[in-house]
C-alpha cells in the first residue's frame, strides 16, 4: 500500500498546535478519502470525499491506519526513558499524514527560498544570503556551508530536513 497526499491546503495562520489543512488522501495513486485538522491541537478527521460522511470510509481508514501501524517505523520522542533511551511514540495514520504534510511544507519552503535567496547549511543549521549579496560573501559563505543551490531539489531538500533539525 503507498499512501500520499494531494491537493493539500494549508493555513497557516489556523495552525496553532496542529497543522490547519485539508487535503485528499491517496492510496496506490488513487483518491480514497478526505482528511482535514483545524489546527487546534486534535486529531486528525478523515472523511467521504463525495458524501462528505465521515462513517462511510471508516473501513478505509482502518485498513491505512494498520498498514501504517505494521509497515512505518515509530517516531523517537524528546522522552527520556529511566535507562537513558528515549522513548518511541508508535506510527498512527494522524502521524503519518502530519510527516507528509511537514514533507510537502518543506519542499514548498526551499523550493521559494532557492528561488529567491542563496541558500547554505552547515552544523549550526540553514541560513540564507539575499541573491544580490556581493558574490565575494557568497564565495567566503560557500568555503564553510554547503550552497544549496548548486544541489539537484532533491538533494537539496534533504540537505535542508538533516540541518534543520540539528539546529
Known amino acids: 500500500m503507498k499512501i500520499t497526499l494531494s491537493k493539500i491546503s494549508h493555513n497557516e495562520r489556523l495552525s496553532e498546535e496542529t497543522h490547519c489543512f ?17 489546527g487546534h491541537g486534535g486529531n486528525n478527521e478523515y472523511y467521504d470525499l463525495h458524501s462528505g460522511s465521515y462513517t462511510v470510509i471508516a473501513d478505509l481508514v482502518k485498513q491505512a491506519e494498520d498498514w501504517v501501524r505494521i509497515n512505518c517505523p515509530s517516531h523517537e520522542t524528546l522522552i527520556q526513558n529511566k535507562d537513558g533511551t528515549f522513548w518511541r511514540m508508535p506510527m498512527s495514520l494522524d502521524c503519518f499524514v502530519c510527516d507528509l504534510v511537514n514533507d510537502y511544507l518543506d519542499k514548498k519552503n526551499v523550493t521559494r ?9 552547515n552544523k549550526d543549521g540553514v541560513f540564507t544570503l539575499r541573491k544580490t549579496a556581493h558574490p565575494n560573501q557568497v564565495e567566503r559563505e560557500s568555503k564553510t556551508s554547503v550552497l544549496l543551490n548548486n544541489l539537484s531539489r532533491e538533494a537539496a531538500l534533504e540537505m ?4 534543520c533539525q540539528k539546529a
Open 22 to 38: 485539508d487535503a485528499t488522501v491517496k492510496v496506490n495513486g488513487k483518491p480514497a478519502f478526505g482528511v482535514c485538522n483545524h
Open 113 to 121: 527560498m532557492l528561488r529567491t535567496s542563496w541558500v547554505f547549511a
Open 160 to 163: 535542508y530536513k538533516q540541518y
